[in-house]
């Protein structure tokens, strides 16, 4: 465990059980999020795919402007 990550934990121990489970709650969901992401990316890599087959056949067919307010 990092320094700062026992420096964190010891001063939630600090506040009434009420808030040590809030912020619980935020580290857990926080957590889960990070676990989902490279499953999310990994299943949209076929959607993904067929859309930058999609832009490139639109770029060729000569479907796509340049924007000029970059």
Do not use: C, Y
């Amino acid at each position: 465990m990092t320094q700062l990550l026992e420096q964190a934990l010891t001063e939630v121990k600090k506040l009434p059980e009420p808030e040590q489970d809030a912020i619980a709650a935020l580290i857990l969901d926080e957590l889960s999020d990070e676990r989902r992401w490279p499953e999310s990316f990994d299943r949209s890599q076929d959607q993904l795919t067929r859309l930058a087959a999609k832009v490139r056949e639109d770029i060729r067919a000569g479907e796509v402007q340049a924007n000029d307010d970059a």
